[in-house]
């Protein structure tokens, strides 16, 4: 698999910065897979990408209070069908709760809910937080799974989606726990992997490269 980046650029996606993503590593991860990546601050760009990456490090509440300013122009895009791309956060993000905030004892966080659900912890007899290269099985078919079943992505994380509906898992992972390491929603254009593709190596390139050509159509 070739990892020299494509002359011409086969979408134009933007990658929201909303002060806890780790862009540096997913725009040259998605730079390579063939798009060319506007970092942006304004919720104004987002109509005019093909796609729309939402990245993530960090806690939850923090997360959903960076995102403030962003979530209407996130929900237009999301109704308007653009391909939006949670990662990691980014993904949990895309539920409507998370059992983070509660441990934590900050209340109630409304998350985006373009996926209905919650995120949950592991209540597992292993390491928390999960941390490391874990196998990728693929429940069903969509475009970002292409050619990934049984790979290997590297995880960090301590929560996990727990969608309200099984047809929003399109990957698991076993952690103890199957759990979801890809979810969608039912139209397929709002989706994003628990693990992080641009620490991935090939496998994570693959996602992404899947994403760009997701966004070109």
Not at 120 to 136: A, I, Q, S, T, Y
Not at 185 to 190: A, I, L, M, R, W
Request: glycine share 12%; aromatic share 8%.
């Amino acid at each position: 698999m070739s990892t020299t980046p494509p002359e011409q650029t086969a979408a134009e996606v933007v990658v929201v910065d909303y002060g806890l993503g780790n862009l540096r590593s997913v725009t040259r991860g998605l730079e390579r897979a063939g798009a060319g990546v506007t970092i942006s601050e304004d919720p104004d760009t987002f109509a005019d990408a093909d796609g729309i990456v939402l990245p993530g490090v960090g806690a939850f509440r923090e997360g959903m209070d960076n995102a403030g300013p962003y979530r209407k122009a996130l929900a237009e895009a999301a109704d308007r069908g653009q391909p939006i791309f949670g990662i990691c956060l980014g993904m949990q993000m895309l539920l409507g709760s998370s059992e983070e905030a509660e441990h934590a004892g900050e209340g109630d966080v409304e998350g985006l809910n373009f996926i209905p659900g919650t995120n949950v912890r592991f209540d597992v007899d292993r390491k928390v937080p999960h941390m490391g290269w874990n196998e990728l099985d693929v429940q069903r078919d969509h475009p970002l799974v292409e050619g990934v079943d049984g790979e290997y992505a590297y995880f960090v994380h301590s929560y996990y989606a727990d969608p309200d509906d099984d047809h929003a898992v399109v990957a698991t992972t076993d952690y103890g726990v199957d759990f979801p390491a890809v979810i969608a929603n039912d139209e397929g254009t709002v989706f994003g992997t628990q693990f992080h593709p641009e620490k991935s190596g090939e496998t994570g390139l693959q996602i992404l490269r899947n994403f760009v050509d997701l966004c070109a159509e």
